[in-house]
Structure formats: structure tokens, C-alpha cells
């Protein structure tokens, strides 16, 4: 259980690495449109720092596997959660993104919900799944899939609007997050197929799942979406967005689903709770709007002021 601590430790890094350096090659590119994806892919493919970038986050989906084999859903989102710090440290120090009062003290948030849950897991009672019936995962996830594309397209829509004010991409980080999260459950039934026994029977049954399907679809959309949404808002406050949702959603849907039981211990129960609480509050701290820049008048407008004094 506790390498499996490790593990969900190691994909934080993997993965606020990963958007990291996503976002500084996007910064550098021209500006891309979900609206032209195969534009969008020929971009982003042909910068090798963002090919860096998506090896990182890659390899983060293979901590993710070892994660789901050995702790609880609820457990292993709230450690993932904790990514937060690290992504506004990274974004801080190589994009210069400047960060809020609100998201310095989400830090500390952060830093004490992970304290709790990872204080909350105890070895040997905490059960972990390894499937789910089939129809309830797509009861859970299809209608999610279809929320999270009608919120981001009302976000670019309200995007283009004119006299609007800044946006932080919220709206965007919540609509990826969905998608993430369906992901999420995808990897998680996964994870439940790997074995070192009978690996064809293994795959065979893996096809007839559809956690396959479900990676497929939202790495396509995701990829999209994410990108675009990257180049336009900071990753200091969308990806932290995304991530607590992603989060909220696995450990909520993804525990019922999956038929996990939450902690027996009246302490366990207590800190596993309240450091997913504490974590999911932060998604509620993140300022909606950022700065307006400040204003500077023309030339003109300083002679034409100095003149009527």
C-alpha cells in the first residue's frame, strides 16, 4: 500500500511536469482552435518540448495504473490532489505565472489534506476493487462525456464575446476535468486487467470492456480541449481546476461504482473525509476572473488632460 503512496506521489510530479512544459511550448506556438484539431495536433506535434511534455504525462498514466492496484479510489484522489503544490511552484518558477493570495494559502490546504488522508489508510483494511459491471460504468460515464463537451463549448462561446472580462479558464479547467475524470474510471478498470497470468485471456477481456473505448475517446477529445485551453489561461489555475474536478468525480462516482467502502475506524473515516473535503474546498478558493491589466492612457489623452488643466 505505502509504494503505492509512492506511486500516486511520482505521477504528481510526472504530471504537473508534463503541463508544465506543455504550456511553455504552447506559448511559443501560433494560436490553435478546437475547431481545426488536425491543425492543432500538426502544431503541437512537430515542438519538441511538447513532445517532452506529453512523455511526462504519459509516464504519470503509468504511476496512475500501479496507484489504482493498490490503494482506494477515494485515498489515491486525494493524494493526487496534492499535484497542486508542485504545479504552482513549476509554473512560478519556469512560465512566471504569478500566483494569488487565495491560491498560496490553497497550498497549505493542499498540503494538510494530504497529511490526512494519508494518515487515514490503513494496511490491510482498505479494500481495492478490481471491476465494475459494465453498463453502470457507462450509465456513469457517456452523460459526462456529453456535459463536459456542452460546458467547454459554452466556454468558448463566452470566450468571444466582447467587452468580457478576463477569464482564469475555470469553466475551462471544469469541462476537462469531467472528461479527466471519466478517463480516471477508464484507467481504473484497467488497471483491474493487469495480470501476469494468462496475459491473452487478459486482453481478450480487456477489448470486450469498455475501458478501452472510454481512454480512446477522451484522449482525443482531451487532448484537444486541454491544449487549446492551455495556451489561452494560466496552468497555475486551470489545471489545479481540472484536477479537482477530475478528483471530486473519481472519488465520489468512482467509489460507488466500483464498490469501495470508505474506512470503519471512527479516526480513519474522520481524517480520510475531511482531507477530501479540504481538497475538493480549494476548487471553491480559485479567484473566476484574473486581473484586469492596468490601465494606461494614449499620448493624446495625456496632452488633451494636461491641456484642459
Known sequence: MWWGVGAALLAN????????LEKRALAALPQISVRRPAHLVRLVAGSPLWLGGSLALAAGFGAQLA?????????AQAIFVSG?????????????????????YAIGAILAALL???LSLRQGSDTVS?????????????????????????????????????????EYGVAVGLLYGVSSL??????????????G????????????????CTGGFGLVMSQAALQRCRASLIVPVCSTVTCLFTA??????????????PVALALRLTGTLLAVSVLLLMPKHDDPPPHTPSPAKELADREAR
Do not use: N, Q, W
Not at 252 to 265: I, N, W
Open 252 to 265: 465520489v462516482l468512482g467509489t460507488l461504482a466500483f464498490g469501495e467502502s470508505l474506512p470503519r475506524e
Open 67 to 75: 496507484v489504482y492496484r493498490t490503494l482506494p479510489i477515494a485515498a
Open 130 to 170: 478490481k471491476g465494475a459491471p459494465a453498463a453502470l460504468i457507462l450509465g456513469v460515464c457517456v452523460p459526462t462525456l456529453a456535459a463536459g463537451l456542452l460546458l467547454y463549448g459554452l466556454a468558448e462561446r463566452r470566450t468571444r464575446r466582447r467587452h468580457r472580462l478576463p477569464t482564469t479558464g475555470v
Open 201 to 216: 485471456a487478459a486482453a481478450l477481456h480487456l477489448l470486450a470492456s469498455p475501458y478501452p473505448y472510454l481512454l480512446l
Open 84 to 104: 497542486l503544490v508542485l504545479l504552482l511552484l513549476l509554473s512560478s518558477a519556469l512560465l512566471g505565472e504569478r500566483t494569488t493570495g487565495r491560491e498560496r
Open 186 to 199: 477508464a484507467i481504473k478498470g484497467v488497471a483491474g486487467y493487469l495480470t501476469t497470468d494468462r496475459l
Open 13 to 20: 510530479v510526472l504530471y504537473s511536469t508534463g503541463f508544465v
Open 116 to 118: 490526512m488522508v494519508v
